[in-house]
């Protein structure tokens, strides 16, 4: 059965800057796409960033340059380095995974078969 768990969620300052972690456990495929998504009230979910199993990342364009993903394949976590936060970054942010072999992609995200619960990022 496997697990997505977010962490490193919070409150900050306009300018700021935040990791967020993602923990998978009970996750046994060797070819992947894990990404991160961020949903802002009462709107769709946005693709932020998504990284594949051979490290090849993609982003997407409202956080392209300041935020960064990455991850310790060792460990099965996965985290997202987010800069010069914004106030319009604030939002529930969300990790995902695909098992399989597509590279690393955003859309659509209904092929992303596994979602955490998500963390809050506020910013002020």
């Known amino acids: 059965h496997v697990q997505l768990v977010e962490s490193g969620g919070g409150s900050v300052q306009a300018g700021e800057s935040l990791r967020l972690s993602c923990t998978a456990s009970?996750?046994?495929?060797?070819?992947?796409?894990m990404a991160w998504f961020r949903q802002f009230p009462g709107k769709e979910r946005e693709g932020l960033a998504a990284i594949d199993d051979n490290g090849e990342t993609t982003y997407g364009e409202s956080v392209k340059g300041r935020f960064i993903i990455s991850q310790d394949k060792e460990k099965h976590i996965w985290y997202l380095q987010m800069n010069s936060l914004k106030p319009a970054d604030s939002a529930m942010y969300f990790c995902?995974?695909?098992?399989?072999?597509?590279?690393?992609?955003?859309?659509?995200?209904?092929?992303?078969?596994?979602w955490g619960k998500g963390t809050q990022v506020t910013v002020s």
């Open positions: 995902a995974a695909y098992g399989g072999a597509l590279g690393p992609f955003l859309a659509p995200d209904y092929l992303f078969a596994y």
């Open positions: 009970g996750y046994t495929y060797t070819r992947y796409c």
